[in-house]
Each structure stands twice: as structure tokens, then as C-alpha cells.
């Protein structure tokens, strides 16, 4: 026996009700789309390596064993009531692949200018936050009673010739090029 006209129509409003439109179709895809390009907004970006090492500059007139590190990290407005006053970010030295040292990088009466950190002579990998251009991996020389000073906050003088300055693909300058 053939089902009636009506069982026919009823089965086939459930056939079109669970099949997606068009409409729906794109719905789908266009959410799919976000959501991928939502995650990777949200992704961390890979860290870049400078090449070439920052060099220390001229002795200090003590005869200091150690040398001193002093890097300037983007600016970040930790208190919007406070926003004259920017804070540089924290970073992170490292010695053969080793944390040496979590540097927070904040001091002066308002905590805006750069931490000086005194540490043993040798070659450091500094992992910090360079302005305009985001995380960044600098090799910084440290030499005994000498200061090495890395700018990452875009205020530096940047007065070397190219032979002899380190620089982000930005062109910005970082310091001295070690020999």
C-alpha cells in the first residue's frame, strides 16, 4: 500500500529540516573562519633572534670584577591613573641555555626607568619585549667593570655606523656590535 499524499509531504519536510540550507551552510563556514582566525590572534608569537652580539661599553672607573647589564624594554602603561610614568617590561637572561635571572626592570621613584643587573663577564641570551616589534632574543657581552646597554624601546641615538651597531629587520637600533 503507497503512503498517503500527506505522510509523503511530512517525510519530506523532515528530509529538507535536517539537511542544512545554504544559508546555513555559510553560517557554518563563516563561524569556522572566525574561530580559526580568533586562536591564532591569540596564538603567542615566536620570539626573534638578533643577530649579532651587543658589546659593553667604555670601563668604568672601578675595578669592579663584575660588569653590568642594563636593558630598555618596551614601554608598558601598567596604571592608566598613571600613564606619565610608562614602565619598562621584565625580561629574562639566560647563560647556556640556563635562566640566570627574571629581571621585573622597574625602578626610579616612579618604577620607569631601566634596572641596571651586575653580573660575571660572559656571553647572556636576554629574552625581552622590543617596541613596535614584540618578543625578541639579544645576545648581550658582558665584560668586567664595563656596562652593556640594549635599547628595545625605540629611544635609543642610534649614532653607530651599520658595521658596527646591532639592528632589528625594523632597521631600529639595539647597541654595539661585539667583536
Known amino acids: 500500500m503507497e503512503p498517503?499524499?500527506?505522510?509523503?509531504?511530512?517525510?519530506?519536510?523532515?528530509?529538507?529540516a535536517s539537511t542544512p540550507t545554504i544559508g546555513r551552510r555559510r553560517a557554518r563556514a563563516f563561524c569556522a573562519v572566525a574561530a580559526t582566525a580568533w586562536l591564532a590572534a591569540c596564538a603567542p608569537r615566536s620570539?626573534?633572534?638578533?643577530?649579532?652580539?651587543?658589546?659593553?661599553?667604555?670601563?668604568?672607573?672601578?675595578?669592579?670584577?663584575?660588569?653590568?647589564?642594563?636593558?630598555?624594554?618596551?614601554?608598558?602603561?601598567?596604571?592608566?591613573?598613571?600613564?606619565?610614568?610608562?614602565?619598562?617590561d621584565g625580561y629574562s637572561i639566560y647563560a647556556e641555555g640556563r635562566r640566570v635571572r627574571e629581571v621585573d626592570n622597574q625602578v626610579g621613584p616612579f618604577g620607569e626607568d631601566a634596572e641596571t643587573v651586575t653580573l660575571p663577564a660572559g656571553t647572556y641570551d636576554v629574552d625581552a619585549r622590543a617596541l613596535n616589534f614584540g618578543p625578541v632574543r639579544v645576545?648581550?657581552?658582558v665584560r668586567a667593570g664595563r656596562t652593556t646597554?640594549?635599547?628595545?624601546?625605540?629611544?635609543?641615538?642610534?649614532?653607530?655606523?651599520?658595521?658596527?651597531?646591532?639592528?632589528?629587520?625594523?632597521?631600529?637600533?639595539?647597541?654595539?656590535?661585539?667583536?
Open 139 to 141: 645576545r648581550a657581552v
Open 47 to 88: 620570539r626573534f633572534v638578533v643577530p649579532g652580539a651587543v658589546a659593553p661599553g667604555r670601563p668604568l672607573t672601578s675595578n669592579d670584577a663584575l660588569g653590568r647589564l642594563v636593558i630598555y624594554t618596551a614601554d608598558d602603561v601598567v596604571d592608566s591613573n598613571d600613564s606619565e610614568h610608562p614602565k619598562h
Open 4 to 16: 498517503s499524499f500527506a505522510a509523503r509531504d511530512v517525510r519530506r519536510a523532515r528530509r529538507m
Open 149 to 179: 646597554v640594549v635599547h628595545l624601546d625605540a629611544d635609543s641615538d642610534s649614532r653607530a655606523t651599520d658595521t658596527a651597531s646591532v639592528r632589528l629587520p625594523d632597521g631600529q637600533f639595539v647597541g654595539t656590535r661585539a667583536d
